[in-house]
């Protein structure tokens, strides 16, 4: 399974979060997925259909007798077409309409005739939100099958703060995979490392592994699509930790596998893609080192290993690790399987695979060896968890 790219269908409705669509399309397109934007007439006062059709690449319909569809019926043509319908901003007066099935323009009549699932991503003052008419509104459509993306809660355009901001783009994207994404490890806990872990020589300095923390960060973001109870143990990124059930820092070795012994017990699944320094330094001072020397001597003492220890654990989650390596790969990543007693490691090599959005992986395990097409580290992520899927149910 990978990721797949959509038709949707983008309403826009009356409120000064239709700004964020631009952008939101913007993401859309660059994953892959096409948008055909219809907007209410109120929308058009908060952002131009221009400028919607330029980012989207598709005539923008505003209109329910609009004549560019030639049987005259856009509100049926443009909806048959769609995987999904996405209506961001969601107005209040929108979601009443919705909720009480009005047609009485194109974006409404459209939704009431879909036969396609319908999400909405509601943006409005904290008051009209909070108040008992739209509560009761929401919770028709919910009831109604349709799916609530947000609010959000923060400072909202009027200047207060409260529920009702619309989410952001990055966030409906994510929730708009994640609908469409098979619920494969429903009721399941997945705990995941990602990043390099730093091993302080004094308080300003430390040696580290290079790990951008993508890898890691795509395999959590796709776990949790995949219905998945996520947590993250990520030491240093240069990327953000998606939102997942919990993440929690630890810096170095030592405090990553505190932290992972700590949260292992009750886990399902245990994926080791942080860059663990195989060795620290056996002082590290406490105040900043001076260059007074011509030469320092570093005395280095090995780290535990954190994933053959989970594996080693008398009723261990289903291991598996990664192996980056700069030569014999394949060779070098069996070794490390069978060293570390797990199920299954995925090779890499580590000069594609570093900081990079894309990778070229093999996974290796009891039945041998399984390459994988080079793609992006979320399609890599959706491949690798769809296969272990396999081997835990
Ligand atoms: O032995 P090596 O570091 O090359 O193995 C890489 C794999 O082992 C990765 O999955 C990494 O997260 C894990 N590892 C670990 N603890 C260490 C070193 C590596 O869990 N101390």
């Known amino acids: 399974m990978t990721h797949r790219p959509l038709h949707l269908l983008l309403g826009v409705t009356g409120g000064i979060a239709a700004y964020k669509t631009a952008e939101l399309i913007r993401l859309l397109v660059k994953h892959g997925h096409s948008v055909q934007v219809v907007m209410t007439e109120a929308a058009t006062h908060f952002i131009t259909p221009t400028t919607l059709q330029a980012l989207s690449g598709n005539p923008v319909f505003v209109d329910s007798w609009d004549q560019r569809i030639s049987n005259g019926m856009p509100h049926i043509e443009l909806s048959r077409k769609a995987d999904a319908i996405l209506i961001a901003p969601a107005s209040a007066d929108f979601i009443a309409k919705l909720a009480h099935g009005f047609a009485n323009d194109l974006l409404s009549t459209l939704c009431l005739a879909r036969e396609c699932p319908l999400m909405v991503a509601p943006a409005m003052n904290r008051q009209m939100w909070e108040n008992a008419a739209t509560q009761r509104n929401v919770t028709q459509l919910q009831q109604d099958g349709i799916t609530i993306l947000g609010p959000d809660s923060g400072e909202q355009a009027c200047g207060e703060i409260g529920q009702g901001r619309m989410l952001e783009p990055e966030d409906l994207l994510e929730g708009i995979e994640a609908f469409f994404t098979p619920k494969l490890f429903a ?4 705990l995941i490392t990602a990043g390099a872990t730093m091993e302080m020589l004094d308080p300003v300095r430390g040696i580290t592994n290079i790990s951008s923390g993508k890898m890691g960060y795509a395999l959590a973001r796709v776990a949790l699509r995949m219905g998945a109870e996520v947590t993250v143990v990520h030491g240093h990124t240069y990327a953000a930790c998606p939102s997942v059930t919990q993440d929690i820092f630890a810096g170095s070795a030592q405090a990553m596998y505190q932290t992972v012994m700590q949260h292992v017990a009750s886990q399902d699944i245990f994926i080791g893609v942080a ?75 580590a000069s594609t695979a570093m900081g990079s959005d894309q990778n070229t992986v093999t996974i290796i395990d009891e039945q041998g060896n399984h390459s994988l097409e080079t793609d992006t580290k979320e399609n890599i992520a959706y491949k690798l968890l769809s296969y272990i899927n396999t081997k835990v149910t």
């Open 187 to 190: 009721g399941k806990k997945i």
């Open 275 to 349: 860059a663990v320094a195989d060795y620290r330094p056996e002082v590290s001072s406490t105040q900043k080192i001076k260059k007074s020397e011509e030469t320092l001597t570093i005395n280095l003492i090995k780290n535990k290993d954190i994933l053959a220890d989970v594996a080693s654990l008398p009723n261990p989650p289903y291991c598996v690790g990664f192996a980056a390596e700069t030569e014999h790969v394949l060779d070098y990543a069996q070794q490390k399987r069978v060293a570390k007693r797990i199920p299954m490691i995925v090779a890499n090599h």
